[in-house]
């Protein structure tokens, strides 16, 4: 990390936010807003520029950080971490959903999957009705398969005219560095709408992947299934107590246009008109 090799006018700091740290250097004296430019250039689209920070320094004295003193300059090697405060504005906004601050996560759909996976009739139907709902509203559609080579490729239900990014993998999440990049590319991105297979374990890693990231996260309950429905279901569960929102597909879209006069709201009503499919949401067994 070229960065991290300071020269006399630099001085070497360890950069935190999230769950992420990351070695850098700056200039000896600079202040607060040049570390928060360092910030930013550091880890770009996962900071929400809307909300508000407070740098803090790690403190040898307490064993622990504390909020950057007043007139705080650079002038010797330390650790920083960039801290988001939970503000009355920001509490107002988690939950809701803008097609410019949105994307789709379309999760390993797969033919290979269709005799295991509950009522995957069903989910593929649900996520049909997701996919033509972000092309109406130009939101941006990113794609994985798990390992194709042997588990073949999306479902031919499964329109993807227009996705921005289909890609393969083999791990089980699908942040990956293809799809950061694609993300990044992306100005303003704020909330994530996830569905696919398998609800406990590509699904679930890839919500708290994308959390850990600073995204909001919105799995689609009727557009996400298991091989069984104990796993599904303790899975939405989990997700549910950690903050991410779980939510139907009916919910999301009309979330998505907000308001009857929307331009788009005819053509989002005709994909909502006949209800979704349950999928097993309400089923005992």
Known sequence: MADAHCNSNHVPVLLSFSV????????I????EVLIQKFLSIYGYQIDVH????IQLFSEEWGQYIDLPKGFTISE????????LQTDSSM????????PTTVFFCCDMQERFRPAIKYFGDIISVGQRLLQGARILGIPIIVSEQYPKGLGSTVQEMDLTGAKLVF??????????????????IPGVRSIVLFGVETHVCIQQTALDLIGRGFEVHIVADATSSRSMMDRMFALERLARTG??????ESVLLQLVADKEHPKFKEIQNIIKASAPESGLLSKV
């Open 29 to 32: 004296g600079s202040g607060y």
């Open 77 to 84: 090697k330390c650790k920083l971490r960039l801290v988001p």
């Open 92 to 99: 107002a906004t988690l939950g809701n959903l803008s097609p």
């Open 168 to 185: 393969p993998k083999t791990k089980f999440s699908m942040v990956l560095p293809e799809v950061e990049a694609a993300l990044a590319e």
């Open 244 to 249: 991410i929102i779980v939510t139907t597909s």
């Open 20 to 27: 992420f740290s990351r070695p850098s250097s700056v200039p």
């Open 51 to 54: 909300r508000k920070f407070v």
